[in-house]
């Protein structure tokens, strides 16, 4: 009886086509997710709006709007993992770093890894400006012109340092009456470096703390990576909702800025980073292979915080000690954006240039680099691109207005940018980790391999066991069961 209830349960899991599914390569997953995507989003934009309504005051057709709710869900899912993930790592891994002789020299490698990778991708995008002068070709009207209503400044960036309460989250108030929370992760970095000095500090009275944090972080990577696996589901939304919403069209009238910005991220990610990780002796498919669940979600989640915890969790597989990738990350992903804060706001301070007949000059082009190099912490918690734009066009003297002439391809440019600044958050503590000798070497050589299908395969197979320890203990405590009733038996 228990042979056939046996063979019957592997029966059923070989027939369930959840588990089918599930043993389907994670990259493979998300590709498909991808094809998916698309192919709903063309069918959507062939369906077209329907009637503004006040429920619909935007005329999406229902396949828009149900993508629309499924990308959306999925995004705010992982930022709400989030705030949370930043706090708790960057405390854990600052404890962690008490027995690492050279976390000073980590973080300093990290921030100087930054710098490098932002230099060489803004030369890049300042050398393609210089070629072919995107806002002198451009059919774009000048009645698009509009200044943005967010700014960007480095005060903005000093007064961003200082948290508004504890926990780094603001308030507002909507004209409806209601009320919605957001979080600055800036703010939530300094909380975070700030409390995990003081444990240091505290010393051995902290412990308590410490394993409440680090119990606490096990569960919201638990929670974390249930949310990861919807990758693939999500991925259909949000690129779904893309294809079908945003104006392809507007392409043609700014046509060789969108070139050259997607040629720049083309010629980081495919010859930049595979040079520095050559240089470095790392394998090039080794690193792409592993960090592709990273980009292809930032690609179409156009969030780096949104991707952060992805981000994470695919440098770690790639032999980084938790240690350092809990630290790196997260402060990449405010600080670090060869896509946002390099090659677009560079083309963009050009293109506005080229319109507006100023001409630049050497100096012009320096600033442009200061400002992509040192700038991008300026925009962290707030909407990247665009004000890392207005920090560059204001430094330059550039009208502000140039900013509205750029909006109408902006979420095209911006998955592009978003899949660079993951790419790059993830290359930097792999190369720094390598050069300290702390990386995994093996399990970056297999990470492509083994990284998400081995994690569902332990995960199946520890439920798979659980099962069949529940099944021994209760055969066992049957007989003992009954033999302690048939001994009260006799003894009465």
Known sequence: MSTSTTSSSVS???????????????????????????????????????????????????????LDTIGTIFVTLLKALVPPLIFLAIVTSIANLRGVTNAARLAGKTLLWFGITSLIAVSIGIALGVLTTPGANSQVSADAAEASSTQGGWLDFLTGLVPSNFLGITGSASDDGSVSLSFNALQILVISIAVGIAVLKVGEKAEPFLRFTGSALEIVQKLLWWVIRLAPIGTVGLLGN?????????????????????????????????????????????????????????FVSRSSLGTMPMTQTVTERMGVPRHYASFSVPLGATTKMDGCAAIYPALAAIFVANFYGVPLGVTDYLLIVLVSVLGSAATAGMTGATVMLTLTLSTLGLPLEGVGLLLAIDPILDMGRTALNVTGQSLVPVIVAKREKILDKAAYDASARTSFQAEQKAEADAAERAESDDATAASTEAPEATDAHEAAGTRA
């Open 12 to 66: 059923t899991r070989a027939r369930n086509p959840l588990t089918a599914i599930t043993r389907i390569p994670f990259g493979w997953q998300v590709l498909i997710g991808l094809v998916l995507g698309i192919v709903l989003g063309l069918v959507a934009a062939q369906m077209g709006p329907v009637a503004e309504t006040e429920a619909n005051p935007d005329g999406a057709n229902w396949l828009t709007t149900t």
């Open 242 to 298: 893309a294809v079908a919403s945003y104006g392809w069209e507007a392409i043609g009238q700014l046509g060789v800025f969108a070139a050259d910005v997607y040629i720049g991220m083309l010629i980081v990610l495919l010859v930049v980073y595979p040079v520095l990780l050559r240089a470095n002796g790392l394998s090039i498919a080794s690193f792409f292979r592993g960090v592709w669940p990273a980009t292809s979600l930032g």
